[in-house]
């Protein structure tokens, strides 16, 4: 099934395996390079200072334990499949309701943040076409790449390899440059809120690595997943750590990190201080590549989860249809678009936006216990694992995670527990009502009569 061009999942379809490496890596860092990075910096700057180099290497190991369950899942027989972190905390522990739980919370995530990038990107191309309705192009956007989406992994794939260069080859021009006109003093001091101010500056900045999972939806897509995609993981963050490190250590080199805090477009001043013209121009242009590389691959995802949900019963069979001639979750793709189209059109974006980060932060930690159980609770999954770490080594890495994302998250989680409890409310009848329907017993019995 691995390397054969095609893996039925229903009777509706198949999808394609199509995407190869190149495809994932410009998934992941299109994903993770998103436009708040160049604002973010100078916010970062504002709570410790010169030192925000530092606090992104510092949670380098952070993002990599945390994104250990993935390789280690999917390289295992899971790793075949779309559905990521609900078959690998299903098959672990042998229950549908938490695996079903950790995405959903995912699933409002994806929402939300196709609307915010979507209605980003609408205020973005402001700077373009001065006279532009924000929301209608971001609904523009978003109904542009679900074409992208709908008429073709390989297309979807394509657009998101070349985005992924413009934005790359804009960041090269915007920092390369830089690194001849940094000044050592302004590092001094390298912490002036002392270590509160660096612990204080992590949290924040973890977000900037947030949405990564989105790649372990492409795993049915993707030619020999199980070997590609957990190296495509390894290398992609320890890629987007470097060019994020890279761009502050130009950015606090350049200018003092007491302007950088006062700024709102941080990366365009310290590219005006040493591109002779074109600055203003180059980080629009590379913020709206983060933008459309974003919007891309995180509407990619949300169907796949739904059509895995749908395929397990969970949800109505009809969202696990797979269009016959594009081999695409179409049914699913339409759902979510019309989902965040209706979250931009109807101005309920702030509720979902006020959950987005803890569903995050929520996903993160059940797939990090995950993990930790794996070795023992189902030895026969880890023993089949292709990239297979020793038991302590799992344990060490996915209790780090595990900690680090509740020290991250809980003032949030108490701020908003509300929301999340009525998240999860609404999850769980969604759970119960999908159970009482029997949807699994109906596909079962629709598969018997059809063979």
């Not at 509300?418 to 009482?436: E, N, W």
């Amino acid at each position: 099934m691995e390397n054969s061009k095609k893996e039925v999942l229903n009777g509706s379809g198949a999808l394609v395996r199509e995407l190869g490496k190149l495809q994932g890596y410009a998934t992941l860092i299109g994903v993770l390079i998103g436009s708040g990075i160049f604002v973010v910096i100078g916010t970062a700057g504002g709570m410790t200072g010169p030192s925000v180099p530092l606090s992104f290497l510092a949670l380098y190991p952070v993002i990599l334990s945390t994104a250990m369950a993935y390789m280690v899942f999917l390289s295992t027989p899971l790793g075949e499949r779309p559905g990521g972190a609900y078959l690998h905390i299903q098959e672990t522990f042998g229950k549908t309701y938490p695996a079903f739980m950790a995405v959903w919370f995912q699933w409002i995530a994806f929402m939300g943040a196709l609307g915010v990038l979507s209605l980003s990107f609408g205020e973005y191309a402001t700077f373009f076409v001065k006279k532009a309705n924000p929301v209608a192009v971001a609904c523009g956007i978003l109904l542009l790449f679900y074409l992208v989406n709908l008429v073709g992994v390989r297309y979807y794939g394509n657009v998101q390899t070349i985005m992924c260069f413009v934005l790359l080859v804009s960041i090269v021009i915007l920092v390369v440059p830089g690194l001849f006109h940094v000044k050592i003093s302004n590092y001094r001091p390298l912490f002036p809120f002392g270590l509160k101010g660096f612990l204080g500056s992590l949290a924040p900045l973890f977000m900037s690595y947030a949405g990564f999972e989105a790649l372990a939806q492409a795993a049915g897509e993707t030619r020999e997943a199980r070997k590609t995609l957990p190296m495509v993981f390894f290398k992609g963050i320890s890629l987007t750590v470097a060019i994020y490190v890279i761009m502050a250590f130009v950015a606090f080199g350049v200018l003092p990190y007491g302007e950088l805090a006062k700024s709102k477009s941080a990366m365009a001043d310290v590219a005006a201080t040493y591109l002779p013209f074109g600055a203003a121009g180059i980080v629009a242009l590379g913020a709206l590549m983060a933008f459309t590389t974003s919007i891309n691959a995180t509407l990619m995802a949300p169907p796949r989860v739904l059509l895995v949900l749908a395929e397990d019963g969970v949800i109505p069979p009809v969202l696990s249809r797979v269009h016959p001639k594009f081999h695409t979750p179409h049914v699913a793709l339409t759902i979510s678009t019309l989902v965040a189209l209706a979250l931009l059109l109807t101005k309920t974006l702030d509720y979902i936006l006020a959950v987005t980060l803890q569903s995050i932060f929520i996903l993160y930690i059940i797939h990090g216990v995950a993990l930790i159980a794996l070795p023992f609770i189902n030895k026969k999954l880890y023993d089949s694992a292709l990239f297979r770490p020793r038991r302590l080594l799992i344990v060490v890495c996915g209790l780090f995670s595990v900690c680090c994302m509740i020290a991250f998250s809980y003032k949030m989680l108490i701020q908003t527990w509300p929301l999340i409890l009525l998240c999860a409310v609404v999850g769980t009848g969604v759970f119960i009502y999908g159970m009482a329907r029997n949807f699994r017993g109906e596909r079962v019995l629709k598969g018997a009569e059809k063979s």
